[in-house]
């Protein structure tokens, strides 16, 4: 049980390693819709395991799509947002992070009584996951990214 839990650790600080250069390449916009839909993915995998290794490996994939979401949100934050409040919107992000992790708790609680409810409990975390890449559908690619890319009209454009 430890293995299962610490296993989205791991994953977590192989994302966080890499989030950085995956963000500079392909940009901040896209790095977070593929990790959202990675996200969604591992859920999925948790909630559907037949055998210890899969739920182990969705595990994995979910903290590796934390620790790249963890890199590159902030980062896409304070490249977009207004001056005047960018220091703002990053907290708020903190607090969104902090509040979801409550409600996960509590969701947790009311499933933890139900038969399977432990499936329910991972594959439930692919609704956010999926509105997180439905949402960033709609916003634009960092400015400093499509700058560093050579795109300055884009980016004055935003």
């Known amino acids: 049980m430890e293995f299962v839990v610490s296993c989205v650790l791991a994953g ?4 966080a390693l890499g989030g950085g250069t995956l963000a500079d ?5 896209r790095v977070i819709i593929g990790t959202a839909m990675l996200f969604a993915t591992g859920a999925i995998a948790t909630a559907l395991a037949p055998t210890l290794p ?3 490996a969705g595990r994995f994939v979910v903290g590796a799509a934390i620790g790249v979401a963890s890199f590159t949100t902030p980062l896409y934050i304070s490249e977009v ?3 005047h409040i960018r220091g703002r919107l990053v907290s708020l992000n903190q607090l969104a992070l902090t509040s979801g992790i409550v409600l ?15 499936r329910w409990m991972f594959g439930l975390a692919a609704v956010p996951a ?5 949402g960033m ?12 890319r050579g ?3 884009d980016a004055r454009d935003l």
């Open 25 to 29: 390449r392909f940009g901040r916009r």
């Open 151 to 153: 795109r300055i009209d």
């Open 104 to 118: 996960s708790y509590l969701v947790d609680y009311g499933l933890s009584g139900a038969a399977d409810g432990w």
């Open 130 to 134: 999926m509105l997180l890449a439905v």
């Open 81 to 83: 947002a207004p001056v």
């Open 12 to 15: 977590a600080l192989l994302g």
């Open 137 to 148: 559908v709609f916003l634009p690619d960092s400015p400093r990214w499509l700058v560093a």
């Open 54 to 56: 899969w739920l182990i």
